[in-house]
């Protein structure tokens, strides 16, 4: 079945420092979605892109699209201790179930 | 607001006790889904319904089955609970076919002793 792979899947940064994480699959995907899951809470939807090499801003969030829409990306600038959690991308597979990547789990050092 | 409540936080249960997980959405939706989270293992769709009385085996589907009697309720079923199940259980729900949003409750720590 489809899968979605997630790297890496812990990041350590100082508050300040950049943080990416990036999502790859071997197919093309007709969408990618992006949901942020706080320590202790529950996975909350972000973004979902569409389109091929698209790029969307949330504040200091920078999501992308591969331009042959295998990949996504999440850049976050200038973190702070309020971005802490786990990140995870999500992709449509059949049936209209939603596939999960493993997460990326950022901790943020003040 | 979209709003998806799951019957207990904590739940602490007996190895081989039936065990019962409630989830319930406000939004009409005609999907709704049931995940198990571990470290390292992500999230992990365990049974989903697109209707009233209809299910569908997720990607782990053993041990478990549910039930969907109503549309805004979905039950998650371990018919005699083992140490391997303890785990974290998130229930999501979206709307139609479409590829909405997702929205989940606040989850389930379950502990099987």
């Known amino acids: 079945g489809q899968q979605v792979m997630q790297i890496p899947q812990y990041q350590h940064v100082q508050e300040g420092e950049d943080f990416t994480t990036y999502c790859n699959s071997s197919?093309?995907?007709?969408?990618i979605q992006w949901y942020k899951q706080r320590p202790g809470g529950h996975p909350v939807f972000l973004i979902q892109?569409?389109?091929?090499?698209e790029v969307k801003k949330q504040k200091r969030l920078t999501f992308q699209f591969g331009e042959a829409k295998k990949n996504s990306s999440l850049h976050i600038t200038a973190t702070q201790t309020t971005d802490v959690g786990t990140y995870f991308c999500?992709?449509?597979?059949?049936?209209?179930?939603?596939?999960f990547g493993q997460g990326t789990t950022l901790q943020v050092k003040p | 607001d979209v709003k998806v409540t799951q019957s207990s936080r904590y739940l602490v249960k007996r190895t081989g006790e039936k065990v019962f997980l409630e989830c319930v959405q406000d939004?009409?939706?005609?999907?709704m889904f049931w995940y198990r989270q571990d470290p390292g293992l992500g999230l992990r769709l365990i049974y989903f319904?697109?209707?009233?009385?209809?299910?569908e085996k997720g990607d782990i589907p053993e041990g478990y089955s549910v039930s969907r009697e109503k549309k805004e309720r979905f039950s998650l079923i371990l018919e005699s609970a083992s140490t391997n199940q303890t785990s974290m259980y998130l229930c999501?729900?979206?709307?139609?076919?479409?590829?909405?949003?997702?929205?989940f409750g606040p989850g389930t720590r379950l502990t099987v002793l």
């Open positions: 999501a729900s979206r709307s139609g076919f479409s590829t909405d949003t997702q929205y």
């Open positions: 999500a992709v449509w597979g059949n049936t209209g179930k939603l596939i």
């Open positions: 319904s697109y209707d009233v009385k209809m299910k």
């Open positions: 939004m009409d939706h005609e999907n």
């Open positions: 892109l569409v389109k091929s090499g």
């Open positions: 197919t093309t995907l007709s969408n």
